[in-house]
């Protein structure tokens, strides 16, 4: 069992910055690859960014391309997602997710275990 608590969303003007963190507790999240998600109101939750179990492979959202920038260190069980000239479009519930695999998926029915979300909300 691993359990996921997601840190540092909140209220930022576009343009600005914020870190997301994801802090795991429980089986070493070192054996999962983990992804990041969000779901704005009324959409579907979307894929993010990705990073292997190494953390040696990442992917991303082409929109976030160039602008998020996700890494985790094993030794802290913890992964973060650093974000970057923020758009209002950004704006949802941030979820992080594990999957019991070397590499990170697209799809959310392939992982395990979800956290509660961190809301960000990016005002123009």
């Known amino acids: 069992q691993v359990q996921l608590i997601e840190s540092g969303g909140g209220l930022v003007q576009a343009g600005g910055s914020l870190r997301l963190s994801c802090a795991a507790s429980g089986r070493t999240s070192s054996n999962y690859a983990m992804a990041w998600f969000r779901q704005a109101p009324g959409k579907d939750r979307e894929f993010v960014s990705g990073?292997?179990?190494?953390?040696?492979?990442?992917n991303y959202l082409d929109s976030v391309k160039g602008r998020f920038t996700v890494s985790r260190d094993n030794g802290k069980n913890t992964v973060y997602l650093q974000m970057g000239n923020l758009r209002p479009e950004d704006t949802a519930l941030y979820y992080c997710a594990a999957r019991n695999n070397i590499y990170a998926s697209t799809d959310a029915k392939n992982y395990d275990y979800w956290g509660q979300g961190t809301q960000v909300t990016v005002s123009s």
């Open positions: 990073i292997s179990r190494s953390g040696r492979t990442t």
